[in-house]
DNA sequence: ATTACTGCAAAGCGTTTGCATGTTC
DNA sequence: GAACATGCAAACGCTTTGCAGTAAT
């Protein structure tokens, strides 16, 4: 079914060397040096079918999707004054199993989103207010 | 600062009498026959607000943006078949606290995704399966 | 040879914005 | 009458898609 194609291998490698987490254009620019004639559509279209596999995730937020490599399940942390996004924990938990058994339907997925500010962005603020 | 508007105090109404989670679109097409020249830009520049006001919230998603009447905090079901949005307990948690300790930071708000069928969209797709 | 994958450009969707007009205080 | 809110349309950012050509099997 599916090909081999240097482009995707390039794509998946660059996914998965980063520990931030990538958007799409992000990862064009950085892949655009070595691969000067790689087309923004080619990424797109390649992060969706990684995504589809299963090797990587899409996280959805406001603004531009970001793409990250699948370790094991984590949530994610956005500051909301950078925009920078952090790995954390999974809620592990015996929660979950509590939703999931009162659920009607099925849980397939969890992504618990965390939003505030990074310990980057309060040390700047707090260091703007003193002065 | 802010004034009195029909519009506002419409659009403010129409989220809180909805259960589900409309879109702006949707809230738009509901509001048209009472408001017949109210513009699409107005809805969104007023949940926008509301949003900023704390009056309800905005859950951000893949696809379009859906808003919600605070009530408590919360978490939501997506079902990738119909695309519905139910809400659900938030994971309450001692483990919230665990993050919240560990983390050099702020959090501000958590919203927990969970993905994945619906009982009505879980029901169809078995039936489709035996016949 | 077949068929997936590519690059490019154009279109798509959801959302925001500039501007002239209307409304509220 | 000053400041805010509106309607309209145009622009925006992110993403997808149609198509003709290229490359992997």
Same mark, same amino acid.
């Given at each position: 079914? @599916? +090909?081999y194609? =240097?482009? =995707?291998? @390039?794509? +998946?490698k660059q996914v998965s060397n980063r520990k931030d987490h990538? $958007? @799409?254009e992000t990862l064009y620019a950085e892949l655009k040096p070595d691969y000067p004639e790689m087309s *923004? @559509? $080619?990424v797109y279209r390649n992060l969706g079918q990684l995504v589809e596999w299963g090797d990587i995730i899409r996280i959805d937020a406001h603004g531009a999707a970001r793409y990250d490599w699948v370790v094991e399940p984590h949530s994610h942390f956005f500051c909301r004054e950078c925009g920078c996004v952090v790995d954390m924990p999974e809620a592990d938990d015996s929660t979950l199993q509590d939703i999931r058994e009162r659920f009607d339907g099925t849980i397939e997925a969890v992504a618990s989103n965390y939003f505030g *500010?990074?310990?980057e962005c309060e040390e700047k603020l707090r260091k703007a207010i003193e002065s």
């Open positions: 079914m @599916a +090909r194609s =240097r482009q =995707r291998e @390039a794509i +998946r990538p $958007t @799409a *923004l @559509a $080619t *500010l990074c310990k």
